[in-house]
């Protein structure tokens, strides 16, 4: 699903000025593809069917939805920008759903995890400082109330991460 967010949101790639920014993107949709080549690939004998049972068509449904009705504006780049941003507050649903069915991950899942909700909780000092700091900051809603979204499901995860990894103990769920 990654690689679908940085698709839908990076249609604008070589209209850019940046090349920091063109580069940054190329990496975002490179590595996401090269992930998904992996998983499809090298890695899809320890994908188990019987376990991964997430249904990702309602989360690409309710991120189209939300992105149709609650665009900036009603522009084809608005409405795959809105819906990336929706889509990446739920993508790691999935995983987490798969962590639950297991009751237990590898050490380098809860990593990667961690990692990736701590770079979206860090969203968050970011939007105050540039509505206290930044004058005429204008509120990007959509991006907060889904980062809100998002960090808010991993709330569970990072108790749990911080109680059992973070201290030296394997992670496993509490019965």
Do not use: C
């Not at 005429?136 to 995860?157: E, L």
Request: glycine residues 4%; proline residues 3%.
């Amino acid at each position: 699903m990654y690689f679908l967010v940085y698709i839908t949101r990076y249609l604008d790639l070589f209209q850019t000025n940046s090349i920091y920014n063109l580069l940054f993107k190329i990496a975002f949709i490179g590595s996401q593809g090269y992930i998904l080549y992996l998983m499809t690939n090298a890695y899809k004998p320890t994908n188990d069917p019987n376990l991964d049972t997430f249904r990702v068509e309602y989360l690409l449904g309710g991120a189209a939805v939300l992105a149709i009705v609650w665009p900036y504006k009603y522009t084809v780049s608005e409405i795959f920008w809105a819906f990336s941003i929706w889509l990446e507050s739920v993508a790691i649903l999935p995983q987490l759903f798969m962590l639950q069915r297991t009751g237990e991950a590898e050490t380098i899942t809860t990593h990667y995890l961690a990692a990736l909700g701590l770079y979206r909780a860090l969203y968050i000092p970011n939007w105050i400082y540039r509505y206290v700091a930044e004058e005429n900051h204008k509120v990007d809603w959509i991006a907060v109330i889904a980062g809100i979204i998002q960090t808010v499901m991993y709330s569970d995860f990072f108790w749990i991460y911080y109680t059992k990894v973070m201290k030296g103990k394997k992670f496993k769920l509490p019965v």
